[in-house]
């Protein structure tokens, strides 16, 4: 399974953009990349998700190296709730498995 | 839509005592998964369905059972509850999709578990 490294925490001054990075070395040819986060003490909130090409949605958007090997999660205008913790997780395929490995995620601190 | 609701939300158990969490979605969702999810740490799947009838093994599904006999309900059984149980379960669904492209999970607000 491939397996995702991020930051522990970061930091973002409100109305900045927040740019979360996420590496995924060993993410394999049909494997996509999702985003989610957890603002404290609530359940997952699924952000985005992405295969090769950047996407963009109403909350975020994804950008994909080329190589496939990194991404990076882009909140535009930081707000303080979206102090969260982000998880990047790379989908385990198999036939019908669609489980998601997760792992530490990012604390995000949005400041005023 | 409720989306996916879970109840209780707070329980106390006494070690070796029983209880079912309870989850629920309305989106007609054929995939449910039970998570938990320990302090400072990632959810770790427990047990997940991908329809009516059939679940399957997550990566920690020990001292838990489930069943799934309808498209809505998912309850996750404690049959003899342990310290070692104490965390933050949540429940998800999703809606399968046949090439499996994209299928975001919808995850209700968590039980909050403590066995003493």
């Not at chain 2, 449910?32 to 679940?55: C, E, F, H, N």
């Amino acid at each position: 399974d491939a397996k995702t490294t991020q930051p522990t925490s970061m930091d973002c001054a409100e109305g900045r953009a927040a740019n979360l990075p996420c590496n995924h070395s060993t993410i394999s040819g049909n494997e996509y990349v999702y985003w989610y986060r957890q603002i404290h003490s609530q359940g997952p909130q699924y952000i985005i998700h992405g295969l090769k090409n950047n996407e963009t949605n109403e909350m975020a958007s994804l950008i994909i190296t080329e190589d496939r090997k990194s991404s990076t999660l882009i909140l535009p205008h930081a707000t303080l709730r979206d102090t969260a913790v982000y998880y990047c997780i790379v989908r385990q395929h198999a036939g019908n498995n669609r489980k998601l490995i997760w792992g530490l995620g990012t604390s995000l601190a949005v400041n005023p | 839509n409720a989306g996916v609701t879970q109840t209780p939300k707070f329980r106390i158990l006494k070690i070796g005592q029983s209880m079912t969490l309870q989850c629920t979605q309305d989106m007609n969702h054929n995939y449910m998964y039970w998570y938990r999810q320990d302090p400072g740490m990632g959810l770790k799947l427990i047990y997940y369905s991908v329809g009516a009838g059939i679940t399957d093994k997550g990566e920690v599904p020990n001292g838990y059972n489930v069943s799934r006999s309808t498209t809505e309900d998912f309850p996750l059984r404690l049959e003899l509850a342990a310290p070692s149980q104490t965390s933050v379960y949540f429940c998800a669904s999703s809606y399968s999709r046949v090439m499996g492209v994209g299928n975001e999970q919808f995850f209700g607000p968590g039980t909050r578990l403590t066995v003493l």
